[in-house]
C-alpha cells in the first residue's frame, strides 16, 4: 500500500510529528511506501532526518510551503497513494477535493480539540471547568470569537465560530477519522459525526529499556513532565503541592509561556526549597529523571486528548497520580496504576500524593502493574495492526 501522510511540520516539534515519525517507520517496516507532504521545517528539531523516514517528502502549498512548494494536487499526482493520512492542517477542503478527485480514501488522526472547540481548549475561559457541550450558542458566551494574536496592534483579534463550526463539519465527510481515546470519540459524536467514521485508537510508546524497569525508589520525589501552560494545570499542582503533609523533592521538567508565572508562585507557595524548575529536556535524559521520581504527575486542566506522558512513566514502572479529565482514565486505572482525583481538586490531589509518598508497597504494587498494563495493552505490534486496518479500509 502506498500512504501520503500529510502534516503541516516536517520535523521533529511535539507530539504529533513524534507519532507521525513512529507510524511512518512501522508501516515501512511492514513493506507499506510511505511518502510525507508537509508545510514548513521552522522550529523543528532533526528535519533532515525526519524526513529521511519517507519515500519522499515534498513541501506542500496549502500547507504553508515555501518557494519549492508544490500543490497537494501535484503531490498525489507523482506519489500516487492509495490513501492519504491527514495530521495537522490548516483547512480541510483543498486535501478532501483532491481526494475525491483522484478517488483516493483519506483518513485523517485528530490530536486535538481544534477541530470541536473554537478555542481549543475545552474548557470554560471564566471558570477554567471542562465544557462537555456540542460546538454552539456556548462558544459566543465563553467569547469564542476571540483568538490572541502575536502581530497585530492588540492581543486579540476576531475568529468566526461559524466558519470553524464548517471546517469541522467539513472534516466529517473524511472516510475516516481516528482517535486517541474514549473521550475525544465522544467528543466527535457530540459534534454529530457518524459513529462508523470514528476508529479508537490509542498510541503507543516503545518500550526501548529492553529489560523490566529500576525499582520504585524509596525517596520521596515527584516528577512533572511537559509543557508550561495554562491548560497543563502545574499551577494547580504546584496549590496542591503546598497542601501535602509529609516531606518531598518535586522536579518540573519543561518549558512554556507560564514558566515566570509559576516560579513566582511556588515562591509565595513557600516551595523554593522543594521544587525545581530543570527546563526542557531532550528524551534521551528523560530516562533518568524517570527512574529517580517515586510519582510522576500529570495535573492537567484541559482534558488531555490522551496524556503520552502518562504511558511514559508507565513503561519506567511509575505510578501516576492525575486529574480525571479527557483521555487519562484510558490509561490510569485508579487504584490500580496510580489515582485519579476530581477535575482541579488540589485537596484530593495532595491527599492522593501523600498516600504516594507513604504507602511504600502500595506504590511499588501500581509500579509493576503500570508496567504490566503498557506492555500488554499498549504495544506497537497490535496498534500497527489497527492503523494498516483503518488506512486500508
Known amino acids: 500500500m502506498k500512504i501520503l501522510v500529510v502534516n503541516d511540520r516536517g520535523g521533529f516539534f511535539g507530539g504529533v510529528e513524534q507519532n507521525v515519525a513512529d507510524c511512518a517507520a512501522g508501516l515501512s517496516a511492514n513493506g507499506h511506501e510511505v511518502f510525507l507532504a508537509f508545510g514548513s521545517e521552522n522550529g523543528t528539531r532533526h528535519a533532515a532526518g525526519y524526513r529521511g523516514l519517507f519515500g519522499a517528502a515534498r513541501q506542500c502549498y496549502e500547507l504553508g510551503g515555501g518557494e519549492e512548494a508544490t500543490t497537494f494536487k501535484n503531490i498525489v499526482s507523482e506519489t500516487q497513494p492509495d490513501c492519504v493520512y491527514l495530521h495537522k492542517v490548516p483547512a480541510i477542503k483543498p486535501f478532501l477535493e483532491a481526494c475525491r478527485d483522484a478517488g ?3 483518513v485523517r488522526m485528530i490530536h486535538d480539540h481544534d477541530l470541536c472547540c473554537p478555542t481549543g481548549y475545552k474548557y470554560f475561559r471564566h471558570s ?17 470569537f476571540l483568538e490572541k494574536t502575536q502581530d497585530g496592534p492588540l492581543p486579540v483579534r476576531y475568529t468566526s465560530i461559524q466558519a470553524k463550526i464548517r471546517e469541522m463539519n467539513a472534516n466529517f465527510e473524511l472516510d475516516a477519522l481516528v482517535v486517541a481515546s474514549t473521550y475525544m470519540k465522544e ?25 523490566d524497569p529500576l525499582p520504585v525508589p524509596s525517596k520521596p520525589q515527584i516528577l512533572y513532565v511537559g509543557q508550561l501552560l495554562r491548560g497543563k494545570g502545574v499551577d494547580l499542582l504546584l496549590d496542591a503541592l503546598s497542601k501535602v503533609s509529609v516531606p518531598f523533592d518535586a522536579n518540573i521538567i519543561g518549558a512554556g509561556n507560564a514558566e515566570v508565572g509559576l516560579k513566582s508562585q511556588a515562591e509565595s507557595l513557600g516551595l523554593s526549597d522543594r521544587v525545581r524548575f530543570l527546563g526542557w529536556a531532550p528524551n534521551d535524559e528523560l530516562d533518568a529523571h524517570y527512574n529517580a521520581a517515586r510519582v510522576v504527575v500529570v495535573p492537567s486542566r484541559w482534558p488531555e486528548p490522551f496524556g503520552m506522558v502518562g504511558l511514559e512513566a508507565m513503561m519506567h514502572g511509575r505510578p501516576v497520580v492525575a486529574f480525571n479529565v479527557g483521555g487519562i482514565p484510558d490509561w490510569l486505572d485508579h487504584e490500580v496504576t496510580g489515582l485519579l482525583a476530581p477535575e482541579q481538586d488540589s485537596v484530593a490531589f495532595a491527599a492522593a500524593l501523600d498516600r504516594m509518598l507513604t504507602e511504600h508497597d502500595k506504590v511499588i504494587s501500581m509500579g509493576k502493574a503500570a508496567f504490566d498494563r503498557v506492555s500488554n495493552v499498549f504495544g506497537f505490534g497490535p496498534y500497527m495492526e489497527k492503523l494498516e486496518s483503518t488506512l486500508a479500509g
Not at 128 to 144: I, N, Q, S, V, Y
Not at 187 to 211: F, M, Q, Y
Request: proline letters at 2%.
Open 128 to 144: 477554567g471547568k471542562l465544557c462537555h457541550h456540542k460546538a454552539g450558542w456556548r462558544c459566543w458566551a465563553d467569547l469564542g
Open 104 to 106: 483516493i480514501r483519506a
Open 187 to 211: 467528543e466527535l459524536l457530540t459534534n454529530g459525526c457518524s459513529e462508523d467514521r470514528v476508529h479508537l485508537l490509542a498510541p503507543v510508546v516503545k518500550l526501548s529499556l529492553g529489560c
